[in-house]
Each structure stands twice: as C-alpha cells, then as structure tokens.
C-alpha cells in the first residue's frame, strides 16, 4: 500500500514555501509515496488551516506534515487527527501538543540570537542600539522564539535596548515598520521576524530614503529580500534550508 501524506504550510504562495515544497516532491518521488501539499492564502488563516487538518485526516492520510498558524489554536484539531489514527509531524513551527510525532526545523531560539549578533555587527564597539521589531499578528511558534532569542541577547547587551515591537499582516509590514519609525525617531535599527515583514521592513526603509542609516536585519532568501542587499535597504539575512526542511519532513 502507498504511504499518503498531507503536506499543510502555512501559506503556498512564498519563496520559502516553494523551496519548502520542492524538498517534499523530491522525498516523495524517492520514497514513492503519494503526498498532497496545500496552505492557506495567507499565514494568519489558522480557522482555514484546521479545516485542511481535519480534511486530510477524514480522506484518509496515513501522516500530517503541518507548519502550524498558531502553536495554541491548530492544537485541538492535530490531537483530534493524531486519535484518528493519524501522525503528526510539526515543520517549521511547532505547536502546543504533545501528540506529535517530530519536530524538524530552525532552532528558532538561536536564530533570534543570530538576527542580534548580525545587527550589533553593524554597529561601532559601544554605539547605542535603539530597536524596533516587526512582528506577526499571528504568534507562531517560530516568530514567539525568534522575538524571544533576540531579546535575551539584546538584554545581555550595555549599549542596545528594545524600543518598540510592532505586530503586522502580510498587507500592513510595510505601513508598521514606517509607523515604527514615525513614532520613534530615535530607532537606529529594525529587524523583520519572517519572509513578509522582512519585506516590508525594507519597503520601510528604501521609501524613507534610509538604506544604511537605519541597520536591519531580516530572515529568508526571498528574491526581492536579496535584492535589497545589494541594495543597501537590508544589511544582512538569516537563512534557512526549508528544501531540506521539506525533504526531511
């Protein structure tokens, strides 16, 4: 019998989830098994990502690979999978469950110290760090860690505090980070948490006309992010694998 799998991102539409989505189809085609690879329109649709959980587990998959929405809210609905006979493996972004069956991801919390070593590394020895975080209106587990690891850093620092945090959507990254730096003229520096507020962050400061006056940092390769580099409106990216993540999974 055929091995079914359901693959359920957080959203399909971004570079991350298409190079998540090649490492799957690759493993797929290795292992010979069937594997369906779905997601919301977007990463805040935690109701729509449930019904896609409870949908897989009725048609009949033997195991749920799924990057959460929201650690709390996909939880019921995983464990209601995992009784019906279903595994669960948590990629990405984990969830507040103890019925699953792995996890396999970014150690998050360390990438949110890397995102403050990368930062204070544009800074002069001593020179006053002023923060502002763009964050997600949905807490994924991911985002929660990585916010957590870099201000565990940031606290171990004399010279560098936490400013303001500023949560947003895929449609309002752009608009918060400006608002960030409206509100505070004194932030010298901001990061974004994910792929999308890492592009709005830059958006952000590419219209402010501040590309090396206020240091940034973002996370993934998106083609735009990468751009930016060049560019001078993002100073450094944190980089993951998701084809490995996919692959893995």
Same mark, same amino acid.
């Not at 098994?33 to 690879?37: A, E, I, L, N």
């Given at each position: 019998d055929e091995t079914k799998i359901a693959v359920i991102a957080k959203s399909v539409d971004s570079d991350f989830w298409q190079n998540f989505k090649s490492g799957v189809e690759s493993a797929a085609t290795e292992y010979n098994? @069937? +594997?369906?690879?779905e997601g919301p329109e977007n990463e805040e649709n935690y109701a729509e990502q449930n019904k896609m959980i409870s949908r897989a587990a009725e048609n009949g998959a033997d195991v749920i690979v799924l990057s959460a929405i929201d650690r709390t809210r996909c939880a019921p609905t995983v464990n209601a !999978?995992?009784? @019906?006979?279903?595994?669960? /493996?948590? !990629?990405? @972004? !984990?969830?507040?469950?103890?019925l699953i069956s792995l996890f396999i991801g970014t150690d998050n919390p360390e990438s949110g110290i890397s995102a403050a070593k990368a930062l204070e590394a544009q800074f @002069? !020895?001593?020179e006053k760090i002023k923060l502002g975080i763009v964050g997600?209106?949905?807490k994924t587990e991911n985002i929660l860690k990585r916010e957590e690891g870099l201000r565990e850093y940031f606290a171990g620092l004399d010279n560098a505090e936490v400013v303001a945090a500023a949560d947003s959507n895929i449609e309002s990254a752009e608009s918060k980070a400006a608002e960030l730096l409206q509100k505070h003229p004194e932030i010298n520096a901001l990061i974004g948490l994910n792929e999308w507020t890492t592009l709005g962050v830059g958006a952000a400061i590419k219209k402010a006309n501040a590309a090396g006056k206020i240091k940034t940092v973002g996370f993934d390769t998106n083609t735009v992010s990468v751009g930016m580099?060049?560019?001078?409106?993002?100073?450094?990216? /944190? +980089?993951?694998?998701?084809?490995?993540m996919g692959y893995l999974s």
């Open positions: 098994v @069937s +594997v369906t690879f !999978a995992v009784r @019906s006979g279903v595994r669960v /493996i948590a !990629a990405d @972004s !984990a969830l507040d469950s103890p @002069s !020895a001593g997600c209106s949905e580099l060049e560019t001078g409106e993002m100073g450094a990216l /944190i +980089v993951q694998n998701p084809f490995a």
